[in-house]
């Protein structure tokens, strides 16, 4: 009974938070306390596939739904973002019967991954795709082995793991797992000999704190490594993207399979290459996955296309307290080789917690922005003088940059004259108020 009352409460309070515009978590939190083994209770569907990691969990999953779904399958997922226990809770009953058999032929959940070991405390995934661990909002998440331990009680060993080879953390998720199933990329053109960033997270073996030596770089800490010491070395690869041209926005998937890529970021690879590499898994032909991540456009907002004065603009989403997510959209923009207009907002550090906290504004390499096609560089929000100073401290001339207090003033700033591109790069805790400020294409 109590698991009864738990479904119709979540259903209840979930169609009441429709109304309202609210509730993905709420109804959750509310049938757990009713009935706080309730997903130990509930018939799940035989596929049960999980993502985690700091960055390109709410793309992939986006990717790894439209695959299954052109596939036939009936796919069940957290399309609102909401990966904690709370919003896994409203999901999996919110779409039960009150008899507790959940419907669709897929569980495909984004998964925080601080509370990856209290989601999967009553069931395990089948699939659990883990993306990179780098450094992410200091604040909660302290440095990337802090976050490996807390992901590591959620793996269960029946569950099949699906890796990023090419980042040495990740990679260690595997030893004593015998379900283990790898992704990387190959060396490439964008592969580079050298460490390339503020910091280097990969200079010492995580088994054993050994110096580590690299064939290349792709970015950051991920490419191909080996441990001078024990020998703890990049695995080989069960899907790969085996070729790569980032500046015509094309690669070519396991040898035989070409991909165009609507945003040529080397972020897009990855996310496309862990939705691939679980859909392989599930079964689905490699036509179909072709046919639905060509050309994809991701639709959870992490790049929006807009108009301001004359202006055609593309917000790129960069998590504040992400230095990494920060230097691949800043990569993306040097790479581009257009005249632009940059525009940096820093108003509220977070979405969830107060803060005050910006190091790692220093950890972020602004010296990307020191290339001639970067005509101005805007800089607004509540640390603009935080901002302003980490400026200072970089290659990026003086001249090119202004600071606004409000996101409006620099909003008018860029209405007034140019027309030349512009690339806006901020959090999803400060993107609301540029869109709605300017016009968004469709």
Excluded at 182 to 206: M, V
């Amino acid at each position: 009974m109590r698991m009864i009352l738990a479904i119709i409460t979540c259903k209840l309070l979930r169609f009441v938070g429709k109304l309202v515009g609210k509730g993905s978590s709420l109804p959750g939190k509310y049938a757990l306390k009713i009935c706080p083994d309730v997903l130990g209770r509930v018939k799940l569907p035989g596929y049960i596939i999980a993502v985690t990691g700091s960055n390109g969990k709410t793309s992939t999953v986006e990717m790894i739904a439209a695959i299954l779904r052109k596939s036939g399958k009936r796919v069940v997922y957290n399309e609102e973002g909401s990966n904690q226990i709370e919003g896994v809770t409203t999901l999996i009953l919110c779409n039960s019967s009150l008899r507790g058999r959940m419907r669709g032929d897929v569980l495909l959940l984004e998964s925080d991954e601080r509370y990856a070991r209290r989601s999967f405390r009553w069931f395990h995934p089948t699939h659990f795709a883990i993306t990179n661990l780098y450094r992410d909002q200091l604040t909660r998440n302290g440095h990337p082995e802090w976050v490996y331990d807390a992901i590591l009680p959620a793996i269960h060993p029946d569950s099949t793991l699906v890796l990023n080879a090419d980042d040495p953390l990740v990679s260690c998720f595997a030893n004593g797992h015998e379900k283990v199933k790898w992704f990387g990329l190959d060396r490439c053109s964008i592969s580079a000999p050298e460490h390339r960033g503020a910091y280097n997270d990969g200079a010492l073996c995580p088994v054993c704190g050994g110096r580590m030596e690299y064939a290349y770089y792709h970015y950051e800490h991920i490419g191909s490594y080996r441990c001078a010491v024990c020998g703890y070395h990049r695995h080989e690869t069960d899907y790969a993207v085996t070729e790569l041209d980032l500046e015509k926005g094309r690669l070519v998937l396991d040898g035989d399979t070409e991909i165009q890529l609507a945003f040529h970021s080397i972020y897009n690879v990855y996310n496309i290459l862990a939705a691939w590499s679980v859909c392989s898994l599930v079964g689905v032909e490699k036509s179909v996955m072709a046919a639905v991540i060509n050309n994809y456009v991701l639709k959870n907002g992490r790049m929006v296309q807009f108009t301001l004065g004359s202006h055609h603009g593309t917000l790129l989403t960069s998590k504040h307290e992400n230095s990494v997510a920060y230097d691949t959209n800043l990569g993306y923009i040097r790479a581009a080789k257009e005249p632009c207009a940059v525009l940096i907002i820093v108003d509220d550090i977070s979405r969830k917690y107060f803060t005050g906290e910006t190091s790692w504004l220093w950890d972020i390499d602004f010296d990307q922005l020191d290339c001639g096609h970067v005509q101005q560089v805007l800089l607004c929000g509540k640390y603009v003088n935080d901002l302003a100073l980490r400026f200072d401290c970089s290659n990026v001339p003086g001249e090119k940059v202004s600071c606004y207090k409000t996101v409006p003033q620099a909003v008018e700033a860029l209405k007034d004259g140019g027309s030349e591109e512009l690339y806006v790069v901020t959090c999803f805790s400060d993107r609301d108020k540029l869109l709605g400020l300017v016009q968004q294409e469709r």
